[in-house]
């Protein structure tokens, strides 16, 4: 299994924060009882667990000039048309990918392009499921455009665990879709605003796969 290079100080830290514990507990208590035990394989089931969070599957990514590829592995929890007031100041079609502690937090771009906006916001951590999320929380947008000039607006927003969001691209950048876009730390929510006239392929509650799921196409 291959780690994100997002995970590795957070690997490290857990594994000195783990090996710390154990060996506080054991010169509390030396004497070995099932209090040790469980402590024991409780450390190590949360080591695990966080190892397995930064894990970054490698994938046969799939794809196309007008196709929209999913940028998240997770759940479709919104599908609706909304006004999205930070960039278009327009009608969008907004999907919202619900991405819980199991998933894998990769973020890829879903589309070709340039990168003509970039912004980070600083804000609440309520729960990356609710409504609210997609313009109180921490969150980072970036707007692609595709050479065709179709824009796509995605919003990297943290969630009640996360606290950190990352995002790779800069203004200006030319990047290729289903390449890494950034990284989510822990439970979070990745909204697409897209073009009013896209063709959607998706459902709401469907479970999604990054780089391998047609999110829709531009029409």
């Given at each position: 299994?291959?780690?994100?290079?997002?995970?590795?100080?957070?690997?490290?830290?857990?594994?000195?924060?783990?090996?710390?514990?154990?060996?506080?507990?054991?010169?509390?208590?030396?004497?070995?009882?099932?209090?040790?035990?469980?402590?024991?394989?409780?450390?190590?089931?949360?080591?695990l667990f966080i190892v397995r969070f930064f894990r970054?599957?490698?994938?046969?990514?799939?794809?196309?000039?007008?196709?929209?590829?999913?940028?998240?592995?997770?759940?479709?929890?919104?599908?609706?048309?909304?006004?999205?007031?930070?960039?278009?100041?327009?009608?969008?079609?907004?999907?919202?990918?619900?991405?819980?502690?199991?998933?894998?937090?990769?973020?890829?771009?879903?589309?070709?392009?340039?990168?003509?906006?970039?912004?980070?916001?600083?804000?609440?951590?309520?729960?990356?499921?609710?409504?609210?999320?997609?313009?109180?929380?921490?969150?980072?947008?970036?707007?692609?455009?595709?050479?065709d000039k179709k824009q796509i607006l995605v919003r990297?927003?943290?969630?009640?665990?996360?606290?950190?969001?990352?995002?790779?691209?800069?203004d200006g950048e030319m990047v290729s879709q289903n390449?890494?876009?950034?990284?989510?730390?822990?439970?979070?929510?990745?909204?697409?605003?897209?073009?009013?006239?896209?063709?959607?392929?998706?459902?709401?509650?469907?479970?999604?796969?990054?780089?391998?799921?047609?999110?829709?196409?531009?029409?």
């Open positions: 299994m291959r780690i994100h290079r997002e995970g590795y100080m957070t690997i490290a830290a857990t594994f000195l924060l783990v090996t710390t514990l154990v060996l506080i507990i054991n010169h509390i208590t030396p004497h070995q009882t099932f209090f040790h035990a469980f402590m024991y394989l409780a450390g190590l089931i949360f080591f970054s599957p490698k994938r046969t990514a799939i794809g196309g000039d007008h196709l929209i590829v999913c940028p998240a592995d997770g759940k479709i929890v919104v599908i609706e048309k909304t006004y999205e007031p930070e960039f278009f100041k327009d009608e969008r079609i907004q999907v919202s990918i619900f991405m819980s502690a199991s998933n894998v937090h990769i973020n890829w771009f879903p589309i070709s392009g340039k990168v003509t906006y970039t912004n980070y916001h600083p804000g609440k951590h309520m729960v990356a499921f609710n409504p609210k999320s997609s313009m109180e929380n921490e969150r980072a947008t970036t707007v692609i455009e595709s050479p990297q927003i943290a969630g009640a665990v996360a606290r950190r969001i990352v995002t790779y691209p800069k390449d890494e876009m950034g990284f989510i730390k822990f439970g979070s929510r990745v909204d697409l605003l897209l073009p009013p006239d896209t063709i959607l392929d998706i459902s709401l509650n469907q479970k999604v796969t990054g780089q391998r799921t047609i999110i829709g196409r531009f029409s």
